[in-house]
């Protein structure tokens, strides 16, 4: 008597249901414009231009209070970072 009660309960899948979407379709086929991309992409720019010097002074004195992330980045901006590497500390030096 169970398996009865389970076969009345099955959905027949078989039968489609009918819906404003298509399936297999994208809903946007043109994906997002790329305008917006380039207006927000082009607001950053302008508020790293104007703030350039400040956010690498702001980095600056991070690594200078022991922010190891921050002097890294300094390290790499100076393109210091292949050479400090390469040097071996005289760990015999007084």
């Not at 809903?27 to 950053?44: D, H, S, T, Y």
Request: charged share 30%.
């Amino acid at each position: 008597m169970g398996s009865v009660m389970a076969t009345e309960r099955a959905v027949d899948v078989s039968k489609k249901i009918d819906s404003k979407f298509k399936a297999g379709v994208s809903g946007n086929p043109l994906g997002r414009p790329k305008q917006a991309e380039e207006i927000k992409m082009a607001k950053v720019r302008d508020a790293l231009d104007k703030n350039i010097v400040a956010i690498f002074y702001k980095v600056l004195d991070s690594a200078l209070a022991g922010d190891i992330q921050a002097a890294g980045l300094i390290f790499e901006i100076y393109g210091l970072s292949n050479r400090i590497l390469d040097v071996k500390p005289d760990l015999n030096a007084k």
